[in-house]
């Protein structure tokens, strides 16, 4: 099937002008393929190359940095940040952008949403509680202790300071509701196995945020078992962001499991589309300078809803059908809709076509065996091959810290 490309925005003559302009004495753009398609021009997006993962990893950041800047000046200025990917579609990346620019484009995002944007006019600063993989930066570090303070950036309190939620005591999990009540967050930004796992502790304690307005996912992809438990315990509206450290936010939910995209940050195409209408983005950005990316193969599945995308997941987690085809996150996911006392699971497929599936309950120690007999035929069904069931173990992160859904084993 041909690409899908959301219109740029309003001015998109000039937006595609200054987008091309920031490939101009870029050094990766100078390669043959690229200088001859840039210099066409009639051109089209569809005419360029693509980008993939690998060349980001082997040329950023100084490949993408065109050759006004200089990458030790702009760090002694403190113009820039730079940081490395959390490496979820393979090895870390190093990035960089301006120090406003995540700030920007994450505003961008958030008010695509029309019940975030209604909030955040009112209540342009309000505070936010985070809960997700800590990362030593600074301001949230698993492998040293920081009090409140040093964990309080402006309007966001960063919570938790470990890396598996699995792992933390009562006590501590006791401390982190009471800052997060301290705190009176408008909204908390989760990665979805550390905000369920806190969720399933404030359920068994009765806790309640009366100033708690909707729960923002991100950094990894929000199962249903991850999204029931959130709205169940907090009684608030989840609400998905997509993006990566690379791209920047591109997407967020809206209505439906349908996600918006964010026009100004990034142009999306859906690319290489299956007959279920499932297909690869392509990003290109508009507004940082110094990672100009054109037909970034991000590396995630997605599919066409109207005026925005339903996201699939990573294009490493696909699983394969008993056909052959792709079976995605999103896929494989739906079969535990309905499953009320799973709070996580791991679905790992192995060369072979045998299945082996981990699941941990909402409830510690209760048996799964009713959901399990609902589970093994549908899996069957959709993948192919025998399924193993293995119920009461913990699930390990992977070395970025995230949770993997589905798991193709090699």
């Not at 091309?20 to 200088?35: C, H, I, K, N």
């Not at 393979?90 to 301006?98: D, L, M, N, P, Y």
């Not at 007959?275 to 290109?284: H, I, P």
């Not at 079976?327 to 192995?350: E, G, K, N, P, S």
């Amino acid at each position: 099937m041909p690409s899908s490309t959301l219109p740029l925005p309003a001015t998109s003559p000039t937006t595609w002008s200054a987008t091309l302009g920031q490939t101009l004495d870029v050094p990766f753009y100078e390669r043959s393929d690229w200088a001859e398609a840039l210099a066409n021009p009639e051109i089209e997006l569809g005419d360029l190359p693509r980008i993939s993962k690998q060349e980001l990893r082997d040329h950023s950041p100084e490949g993408f940095l065109p050759r006004r800047y200089t990458l030790s000046k702009l760090i002694a200025e403190g113009l820039i940040e730079e940081e490395s990917t959390s490496g979820t579609s393979g090895a870390s990346v190093r990035v960089i952008f301006g120090l406003t620019w995540w700030a920007e484009q994450e505003a961008r995002a958030l008010r695509q949403n029309p019940f975030i944007r209604q909030l955040l006019n009112a209540d342009p600063a309000a505070r936010r509680a985070v809960f997700t993989t800590p990362g030593c930066s600074g301001v949230s570090c698993f492998a040293r202790w920081l009090n409140v303070e040093q964990r309080t950036l402006g309007s966001t309190l960063y919570v938790n300071q470990e890396r598996i939620p699995f792992s933390l005591p009562e006590a501590k999990l006791a401390k982190m509701a009471e800052e997060t009540a301290a705190w009176a967050p408008a909204f908390l930004d989760v990665d979805p196995v550390h905000g369920m796992w806190f969720a399933l502790y404030c359920e068994r304690h009765g806790l309640r945020f009366p100033s708690l307005r909707f729960i923002l996912t991100s950094y990894e992809y929000t199962s249903v078992v991850h999204r029931r438990v959130l709205e169940r315990v907090f009684g608030v509206p989840v609400v998905n962001l997509y993006g990566s450290s690379e791209t920047g936010h591109l997407l967020i939910e809206a209505a439906d499991s349908v996600s918006l995209p964010s026009p100004e940050t990034a142009t999306l195409e859906l690319v290489d589309r299956d007959d279920r209408g499932v297909g690869q983005f392509l990003v290109t950005t508009h507004t940082n300078p110094y990672l100009p990316l054109l037909r970034y193969a991000i590396g995630d599945y997605a599919e066409r809803s109207g005026e925005g995308y339903i996201v699939h997941g990573r294009v490493r987690d696909a699983l394969r059908r008993a056909d052959g085809s792709v079976a995605t996150t999103r896929q494989v996911d739906a079969l535990f809709a309905d499953l009320t006392d799973i709070a996580h699971y791991q679905v790992r497929q192995h060369p072979d076509g045998q299945l082996e599936v981990f699941l941990m309950p909402v409830v510690a120690g209760a048996d799964l065996s009713a959901s399990s007999a609902l589970l093994e035929p549908r899996l069957r069904v959709l993948l192919g091959g025998a399924v193993t069931i293995r119920t009461g173990v913990l699930i390990a992160p992977e070395d970025s810290g995230k949770f993997r859904l589905t798991v193709p084993l090699a």
